[in-house]
């Protein structure tokens, strides 16, 4: 137990040290969230309705961003520079290992959500419940899930650039196809359909749901839980293609 | 128990290629052996397989009567391998602090500083900014961190200068005397010679000498007496002994090469055959080590 808190420790402080996550999980989504809810006049029908939807998109993306970037990168890292083959000698567990980068992954969130719910708050007086803060927190969490998945997935790659170049692009792909930047309902029909078959904006929607007095629809859970799934077990089945050398 | 590896009818093929082909050898608490031999003789895939990175293709693998990959070796074995590896994005103080958590009996951070020449500024320096010879003291440190029993080095000292080389060997000797198990491959023959009991002489994915230093040389030396002859003299009759191997003329002195020099000199002055100025040489470790590993062997 003591080594499994000391190594979440040090995930932790890995994450936090990394400038890259602290530019795109922090400051790129609080600096678009202030963009497009004070500089750039969208004209919404209840501009505090919109302020609180967009301080979710802002936050999904953020999260979203960090679980398949920072995660993935960061395996391909360790495993090209042979620290991962290095711990496999160590008498620590590979499951302690995977655990604590999981709940350090986690913890990173739960920071992320804190300091940009804040600067929702402090930037557009976002006001919310106490409970709609909490789930809609809690919502991002969970659904940070099949996302890690992908991160696990993009960790597979052997080289560090490749791993960079793709995830940045799905990133982007489902964060605009989520619906992060702009709401989908305004996009063409065809890019609606596309965006709705695809996790990140069942992802979103449960949290808009929730700042507008809602729940989240089944829909959305059951579809994050199904691509979780599937992520992971192509995770499996190429981790074991991968060991059969 | 006083066996501390065992392998068993070991190979290992990558597709068509078998780079180790079923070896056997022990190693005993306390011995100091070194795996010897040139680029792609097997070493690294041998050292690989002993810690549970590879799946032999055939035979078995103990280590302190289990496993490789079992829990109780993974605590008693620290290891140091070719390519050094960091995690990124912490401090080196940090990092020993975190693995040495993962040994039941951890080295102080004090001990390791004093055996491996690590400095302070070392220790505060972030992993990604290491220079290749702080990286190298960092990697054997966590090599040490857990205080093992059984040291597993992968070509060590390439890229260490010669005053950190030194430094190196010296821990390692004095590591020894606390009667640690140490086996490390290498493809310098001077380091074998220097630091090992033992040599394991590895050609081809096979072991084609297993010794002290002393006995690979004498066993498979040439040593050489040469001496000045009269032309009008013949030599012939020495080929009748099956002492000599070899007998060469270079810049009119004869060489007779021989396992036996003392022999030599017997026969010489048993024929009376008149030669004079007469020299010995012996062979250095290196000869036998070209002769044994080269491909393109000289049928002698």
Same mark, same amino acid.
């Given at each position: 137990?003591?080594?499994? !808190?000391?190594?979440?420790?040090?995930?932790?402080?890995?994450?936090?040290?990394?400038?890259?996550?602290?530019?795109?999980?922090?400051?790129?989504?609080?600096?678009?969230?202030?963009?497009?809810?004070?500089? /750039?006049?969208?004209?919404?029908?209840?501009?505090?309705?919109?302020?609180?939807? =967009?301080?979710?998109?802002?936050? /999904?993306?953020? /999260?979203?961003?960090?679980?398949?970037?920072?995660?993935?990168?960061?395996?391909?890292?360790?495993?090209?520079?042979?620290?991962?083959? =290095?711990?496999?000698? #160590?008498?620590?567990?590979?499951?302690?290992?995977?655990?604590?980068?999981?709940?350090?992954?986690?913890?990173?969130?739960?920071?992320?959500?804190?300091?940009?719910?804040?600067?929702?708050?402090?930037?557009?007086?976002?006001?919310?419940?106490?409970?709609?803060?909490?789930?809609?927190?809690?919502?991002?969490?969970?659904?940070?899930?099949?996302?890690?998945?992908?991160?696990?997935?993009?960790?597979?790659?052997?080289?560090?650039?490749?791993?960079?170049?793709?995830?940045?692009?799905? =990133?982007?792909?489902?964060?605009?196809?989520?619906?992060?930047?702009?709401?989908?309902?305004?996009?063409?029909?065809?890019?609606?359909? +596309?965006?709705?078959?695809?996790?990140?904006?069942?992802?979103?929607?449960?949290?808009?749901?929730?700042?507008?007095?809602?729940?989240?629809?089944?829909?959305?859970?059951?579809?994050?839980?199904?691509?979780?799934?599937?992520?992971?077990?192509?995770?499996?089945?190429?981790?074991?293609?991968?060991?059969?050398? | 128990?006083?066996?501390?590896?065992?392998?068993?009818?070991?190979?290992?093929?990558?597709?068509?290629?078998?780079?180790?082909? $079923?070896?056997?050898?022990?190693?005993?608490?306390?011995?100091?052996?070194?795996?010897? *031999?040139?680029?792609?003789?097997?070493?690294?895939? #041998?050292?690989?397989? +002993?810690?549970?990175?590879?799946?032999?293709?055939? *035979?078995?693998?103990? +280590?302190?009567?289990?496993?490789?990959? $079992?829990?109780?070796?993974?605590?008693?074995?620290?290891?140091?391998?070719?390519?050094?590896?960091?995690?990124?994005?912490?401090?080196? $103080?940090?990092?020993?602090?975190?693995?040495?958590?993962?040994?039941?009996?951890?080295?102080?951070?004090?001990? !390791?500083?004093?055996?491996?020449?690590?400095?302070?500024?070392?220790?505060?320096?972030?992993?990604?900014?290491?220079?290749?010879?702080?990286?190298?003291?960092?990697?054997?440190?966590?090599?040490?961190?857990?205080?093992? %029993?059984?040291?597993?080095?992968?070509?060590?000292?390439? *890229?260490? %200068?010669?005053?950190?080389?030194?430094?190196?060997?010296?821990?390692?000797?004095?590591?020894?005397?606390?009667?640690?198990?140490?086996?490390?491959?290498?493809?310098?023959?001077?380091?074998?010679?220097?630091?090992?009991?033992?040599?394991?002489?590895?050609?081809?994915?096979?072991?084609?000498?297993?010794?002290?230093?002393?006995?690979?040389?004498?066993?498979?030396?040439?040593?050489?007496?040469?001496?000045?002859?009269?032309? %009008?003299?013949?030599?012939?009759?020495?080929?009748?002994?099956?002492?000599?191997?070899?007998?060469?003329?270079?810049?009119?002195?004869?060489?007779?090469?021989?396992?036996?020099?003392?022999?030599?000199?017997?026969?010489?002055?048993?024929?009376?055959?008149?030669?004079?100025?007469?020299?010995?040489?012996?062979?250095?470790?290196?000869?036998?080590?070209?002769?044994? #590993?080269? #491909?393109?062997?000289?049928?002698?």
């Amino acid at each position: 137990m003591k080594i499994f !808190l000391l190594q979440c420790k040090m995930e932790i402080k890995r994450i936090l040290r990394n400038k890259y996550f602290l530019f795109w999980s922090l400051v790129m989504p609080i600096i678009f969230y202030y963009i497009f809810t004070n500089v /750039v006049n969208t004209n919404p029908e209840n501009p505090s309705a919109w302020d609180a939807h =967009y301080l979710m998109s802002m936050t /999904v993306f953020s /999260v979203m961003g960090s679980s398949i970037m920072t995660l993935g990168i960061r395996m391909v890292q360790e495993r090209a520079e042979g620290w991962s083959k =290095y711990i496999r000698m #160590t008498p620590l567990s590979q499951s302690v290992y995977f655990a604590a980068q999981m709940i350090g992954q986690t913890f990173i969130h739960m920071l992320s959500i804190t300091v940009i719910f804040a600067s929702g708050a402090i930037i557009n007086g976002v006001s919310l419940s106490a409970f709609e803060w909490f789930a809609s927190g809690l919502w991002i969490l969970f659904g940070s899930l099949p996302f890690l998945a992908i991160g696990t997935l993009i960790g597979l790659m052997k080289k560090v650039e490749t791993a960079a170049g793709i995830s940045n692009v799905l =990133y982007m792909v489902l964060a605009v196809t989520g619906g992060m930047w702009m709401p989908l309902e305004i996009m063409p029909e065809m890019m609606q359909t +596309i965006g709705k078959s695809l996790p990140a904006f069942h992802f979103g929607s449960g949290a808009w749901e929730i700042v507008q007095g809602g729940l989240p629809n089944w829909k959305n859970f059951l579809i994050l839980v199904a691509y979780l799934t599937l992520f992971m077990l192509l995770s499996k089945y190429i981790r074991s293609k991968q060991e059969a050398v | 128990m006083n066996e501390v590896i065992r392998l068993t009818n070991i190979s290992k093929s990558f597709q068509q290629k078998t780079a180790v082909n $079923h070896i056997n050898f022990s190693i005993k608490k306390g011995e100091i052996v070194a795996i010897l *031999g040139p680029n792609g003789a097997g070493k690294t895939t #041998t050292i690989s397989m +002993i810690l549970g990175l590879l799946k032999p293709s055939t *035979g078995d693998i103990d +280590i302190y009567g289990q496993h490789p990959k $079992h829990k109780n070796v993974r605590e008693k074995i620290g290891v140091m391998m070719q390519e050094v590896s960091m995690m990124p994005g912490l401090k080196i $103080h940090e990092i020993l602090t975190l693995i040495r958590s993962y040994y039941p009996n951890p080295r102080s951070l004090d001990d !390791l500083i004093e055996l491996t020449g690590l400095t302070q500024q070392d220790l505060k320096t972030q992993a990604e900014k290491l220079s290749g010879g702080q990286k190298r003291r960092v990697s054997f440190a966590l090599a040490l961190a857990g205080n093992p %029993d059984l040291i597993i080095f992968d070509e060590p000292t390439v *890229g260490m %200068d010669i005053s950190s080389r030194n430094r190196f060997w010296q821990t390692i000797r004095a590591l020894a005397k606390q009667g640690k198990t140490i086996l490390f491959s290498t493809h310098y023959l001077q380091e074998a010679d220097d630091v090992a009991e033992r040599i394991l002489l590895f050609k081809d994915g096979r072991i084609v000498a297993d010794g002290t230093p002393s006995e690979i040389k004498s066993k498979i030396t040439n040593q050489t007496v040469s001496f000045i002859l009269n032309p %009008d003299l013949s030599f012939e009759k020495l080929y009748q002994y099956p002492e000599i191997q070899q007998i060469t003329r270079n810049n009119g002195r004869i060489y007779v090469h021989s396992t036996n020099a003392d022999k030599v000199l017997a026969i010489l002055f048993q024929e009376k055959l008149g030669a004079h100025d007469i020299q010995i040489e012996r062979g250095k470790l290196e000869d036998p080590f070209e002769q044994l #590993t080269s #491909t393109n062997k000289e049928v002698i």
